[in-house]
């Protein structure tokens, strides 16, 4: 047989075509699905001809009943008694109703009047002292009688649900709705009641109580649909302005309907009994569940309806049991949140979520005065539920990728730092310009002292541990107890959702309250210290020579000797970095120590460093727990923010609100967390954590840098093991720095970072190797680019005369931009105008830098001035703007430096600790001010601590200045000729005329000094040192 034909199968003999048994098989498989199709397809439309034929025949039999039914009504008015409205009325009416208009979901005109007809005689027949003709008598009747009443009760409650729902106020012409709805809510009201029955006696109350019990639950239920009725009919309500909220007529319909929705809202939590504080069954908790998912989420719901009704919503009978709903089921009503949020299609990412209206309007329903908070509010209850809500809408905003930063880098923007020092000084104006800015209004109260005051007063009533414990933990779903963590807890999230919703003023409102709250700091640091401190020892002499409390009058001499130390310090510290920036080295560090007015030289401990070195802290915000985390945050935040305005007679000499011991500790705990955060990997959940705790820092050890109150090893002693060589740390941080150009700031390397954001870890040397690193990279780089060849390639020529150096120097050399890294070959023409002998080998460039510095930046030529203090340091001359070319010129001048430094020339000449802080990037504060002009600072100083009354010296908000002998009236703020200092306004006057002294008056000249000292020198480079000591790196000033 043939092989090909083995397989194959033949059904109709030989004349047939033999096919293979697989494509019989195919073939029987295909026509039975053909079949089973065909039978599906026929069972399909007899369903669909069923459906159809019973809603047809429904709809005939309803239109029918309807016909029938008001005949019936008409004919028949006269008979009411209680048999006859259950059987004869009710059971036709429900079941037209139902075809015609609920499943629908319309109301037609006829349903309308035959609705309004039947909702009347029931109510006639409620109101009726005959139990025969009283409909609700049935309710305690026989067994028959008491099922059939209720089920007819429970399906007029969901009829009146759904007219609420569809009673749009917007349709001002269809009144019949509007006078429907407030039939059929009256109805309810009434049939809910036990109280409105008067034909129940004294013996059948109980059942008629227990019967509307039954009827109240499930009005509570999901079931009944009345609370996302009431939520669509509360939607549809505007909100009214200032001006109508007091003109709504008692008598109005829309009127009573809100009335009676408010009421149904709450009528099943005066039946429940919430007293018991462990979790009841799920159930019983229907109503406060369907309050809270479908009312509390409602946009603008205290804003919508009327101030009458704003008691009955925030009464303690309410909010408990809503509390404790939110805290049992939070999971499952977030959930249903989250899912409501998705079905409204129009929500957008940048839209509040239903969670975030839920946040709001419990915020102002238990905070909406003192009074209220006082006397409706479970507080512990209270401040957790707020914690869980603030938790969820953050994160539902991080899921939306709607969260970008959201605390400013306060060091970062000069601008924004002084629109935050005026906010803190005379607070933040809100105006209502978007959705977001409103939305805020809502969260106004938590900003109030007597909030956080009664907080904490209830907080050490129910305090659960003592200072000398460690932490509690948040274990539990439910807490009786408000402890401190809790209004940590709550604040911090403050602090995110302000930043996050209010652009403008951000967190500021947040952090004066918590700033300027007497004892709150103090108590947070409290916590902290004992944890990261447990042994609670104080450090001696041996460790640091601290500095006593001191009375007003040895201020002038702590202070001093205190800059004489910080003198020699630097002096020390230069004389071995000054053979760092000429190649040399040198080892040992020293440091000067101050004690009793009498320098003396010690050499540094190392071992010692391990005090200032916090263990909690050593694997950084990663390592520790939410808790210590959340004091933490708001700790830095809060702290960071105080700095801002506190002075130095303040933190030094009265040292509030810590000691300067506990100043050193705040400092080494801010450093250990620091160091050790960047150099782990950092989640988006530690950035806010990280942020404020590197804000903090920076505050403390510039204030540190003015005015030691740290030993040099603080700084040091995070880093003292981990630190990498000179060479590796600096390549490190340029190749990260190269490939880490993208805003997500948590991609940073660890030391990168902690070279731009803690450079102080490393020793000063250490810091002057690393710059020379820079450099010397950055020729490398250049040479491999082709931009170096050879020697004396691609140099630059110049022609100077001897009389005109700055001006031929600027012309010649400012447009070249960053091209001035190449070497430049100078020739002098003398001043008869010949050109000087020699060849320039290095030497001739090094004369032109030095004697173009020592002539633009002397007083006379007019672009910089000298302080009044002793050292007379240089500033930029306010009248330098009146010059020609003034700009350019310290634009130009911030390009000499850059070449000196590129080049390790040392100039004569140190410029001001406010002008250097403008150079690195930062913001200078009102104590900086003695640097610049102690004069003034004493003035101000005298105005901030005056007494009496200050209207007596004739201030207003106006600066004179002087220039080319003309003056010049500049306004502190707008409108500030005619604003008089007052003892009201003086801080905001003292900060403002310090403000325009220290940043704005200079801003111009720095920002172009800046520029052109950055075509030459990368920013990351100068931030490696502080202002004392960026001077000592190109100056000779502090060697003499």
């Known amino acids: 047989m043939d092989p090909s034909r083995k397989h194959q199968v033949s059904l109709r003999g030989a004349s047939a075509k033999e096919i293979s048994r697989e494509a019989l098989l195919e073939k029987v498989s295909q026509e039975r699905e053909l079949r089973n199709y065909a039978r599906r397809a026929t069972a399909a ?25 008001e005949t019936l009504v008409n004919s028949h008015a006269s008979v009411l008694t209680a048999t006859w409205i259950s059987s004869s009325l009710l059971r036709p009416f429900l079941f037209f109703i139902t075809c015609l208009s609920t499943q629908h979901q319309k109301i037609s005109p006829r349903n309308t009047e035959c609705m309004q007809s039947c909702f009347k005689i029931l109510l006639e027949s409620i109101n009726s002292n005959d139990s025969r003709k009283n409909f609700c008598s049935l309710a305690v009747g026989t067994l028959e009688e008491r099922i059939t009443w209720t089920y007819q009760a429970k399906k007029l409650i969901s009829l009146c649900s759904f007219i609420l729902s569809e009673c749009d106020k917007s349709h001002s012409g269809n009144q019949c709705i509007v006078i429907l709805t407030s039939i059929a809510l009256r109805l309810v009201v009434v049939l809910t009641d036990v109280k409105g029955w008067k034909s129940i006696s004294n013996d059948t109350l109980q059942e008629a109580d227990m019967a509307v019990k039954d009827l109240v639950w499930f009005m509570g239920s999901c079931h009944s649909g009345l609370y996302i009725s009431i939520r669509r009919y509360f939607d549809k309500l505007s909100v009214p302005s200032s001006s109508q909220i007091n003109s709504i007529i008692q008598k109005d319909d829309r009127f009573l309907i809100t009335a009676s929705a408010v009421t149904l809202a709450v009528r099943p939590f005066h039946l429940i009994d919430y007293s018991v504080v462990s979790p009841s069954p799920v159930d019983v908790h229907f109503a406060a569940e369907q309050y809270c998912l479908f009312l509390l989420t409602i946009p603008w719901l205290l804003q919508r309806l009327p101030a009458l009704f704003i008691p009955a919503l925030k009464h303690k009978s309410i909010m408990s049991p809503c509390f404790q709903v939110l805290l049992i089921l939070r999971d499952k009503i977030f959930k249903e949140m989250q899912e409501m949020g998705q079905l409204q299609k129009h929500l957008s990412s940048e839209e509040i979520p239903p969670v975030g209206w839920a946040l709001a309007n419990i915020m102002c329903l238990a905070t909406g005065s003192e009074n209220d908070f006082v006397n409706s509010v479970d507080y512990a209850s209270y401040v957790q539920v707020v914690i869980t809500l603030a938790e969820n809408l953050l994160t539902w905003f991080d899921s939306v990728g709607w969260i970008k930063n959201e605390i400013q880098d306060l060091q970062g923007n000069i601008e924004t730092s002084a629109a935050s020092i005026g906010a803190v000084l005379h607070g933040s104006e809100t105006f209502c310009g978007s959705s977001k800015m409103t939305f805020m209004d809502l969260f106004r109260p938590v900003c109030q002292r007597w909030h956080l005051v009664k907080l904490l007063e209830i907080a050490k009533k129910d305090a659960s541990f003592h200072g000398t414990e460690t932490l509690p933990t948040k274990g539990s779903k439910y807490i009786v107890k408000l402890e401190l963590l809790d209004i940590a807890y709550f604040y911090s999230y403050m602090l995110r959702i302000f930043s996050l919703f209010n652009p403008v003023v951000g967190s500021l409102p947040v952090l004066n309250l918590l700033s300027f709250t007497p004892g709150y700091l103090v108590d947070l640091w409290g916590q902290l210290e004992n944890s990261l401190f447990p042994g609670n020892g104080h450090f001696t002499e041996d460790n640091y020579v601290s500095t006593s409390r001191s009375a007003g009058n040895k201020k002038d001499g702590v202070l001093e000797r205190k800059q004489k130390q910080i003198n020699k310090d630097a002096s020390n510290k230069f004389v071995n970095a000054l053979h760092k920036l000429t190649g040399k080295s040198q080892t040992g560090i020293n440091y000067t120590d101050n004690v009793d007015g009498r320098p003396k030289t010690v050499q540094v401990d190392e071992e010692s460093s391990d005090v200032w070195d916090v263990k909690p802290l050593k694997h950084g915000p990663p390592g520790i727990s939410k808790d210590m985390s959340c004091l933490l945050h708001l700790f830095c935040a809060t702290y960071s923010h105080l700095l801002l305005v506190l002075d130095d007679i303040e933190f030094y000499e009265k040292q509030v609100p810590f000691t300067l011991e506990q100043q050193r500790r705040i400092a080494s705990m801010l450093n250990t967390l620091v160091y050790n955060g960047l150099n782990q990997s950092i989640g988006h959940q530690n950035r806010p954590l990280m942020d404020s705790a590197i804000r903090c820092l920076h505050l403390m050890y510039e204030r540190d840098c003015r005015h030691r109150f740290c030993p040099p090893v603080l700084w040091l002693s995070p880093a003292k093991e981990s630190r990498l060589p000179i060479a ?33 870890v490393f020793p000063f040397e250490e810091r002057v190797e690393m710059f020379r690193e820079f450099i010397n990279m950055d020729k490398v780089s250049r040479k491999m680019a082709g931009e170096v060849t050879g020697p004396g390639s691609r140099s630059i020529e110049i022609v100077v005369r001897r009389g005109h150096i700055v001006e031929d120097g600027f012309r010649q050399l400012n447009s070249l931009g960053s091209r001035l890294k190449s070497s430049i070959h100078v020739s002098f023409v003398s001043e008869c105008g010949l050109p000087e002998a020699g060849l320039d080998y290095g030497g001739l460039s090094k004369e032109f830098l030095t004697d173009i510095s020592k002539s633009a930046f002397a007083p006379e030529y007019g672009l910089f001035s000298q302080t009044s203090t002793s050292d007379r340091l240089l500033v930029p001359n306010a009248a330098a703007r009146y010059l020609e070319n003034g700009i350019r010129m310290f634009e130009f001048l911030g390009r000499v430096v850059g070449k000196a430094l590129y080049e390790g020339i040392l100039l004569d000449y140190s410029f001001s600790h406010v002008f250097v802080q403008k150079l690195l990037g930062r913001y200078s504060f009102l104590d900086e001010l003695s640097t610049l002009d102690p004069e003034l600072y004493r003035n101000l100083m005298y105005v901030k601590h005056y007494e009496g009354d200050i209207k007596e010296l004739c201030l207003d908000f106006t600066v004179t200045e002087e220039s080319f002998g003309k003056h010049h009236v500049i306004p502190l703020k707008p409108g500030g000729k005619d604003t008089s200092v007052t003892n009201e306004n003086k801080m905001q006057y003292v900060h403002a005329m310090a403000d325009y ?44």
């Open 45 to 69: 439309a007899i369903f669909i001809q069923s459906v159809w034929r019973c809603y047809y025949m429904k709809k005939k039999v309803a239109i029918q009943l309807l016909d029938e039914w």
């Open 728 to 760: 590796v740390a600096a390549r490190t941080h340029e190749i990260l720095s190269a490939n880490t150009r993208s805003d997500d700031v948590s991609t940073v390397s660890s030391m990168g970072s902690v070279i731009t954001t803690t450079p102080h």
């Open 997 to 1040: 002294k220290l940043n704005r008056q200079i801003l111009p000249f720095s920002n172009a000094f800046y520029r052109g000292l950055t075509d030459l020198i990368q920013p990351s480079w100068l931030k490696l040192f502080n202002a004392s000591e960026f001077n000592q790196v190109f100056s000779l000033y502090a060697c003499i």
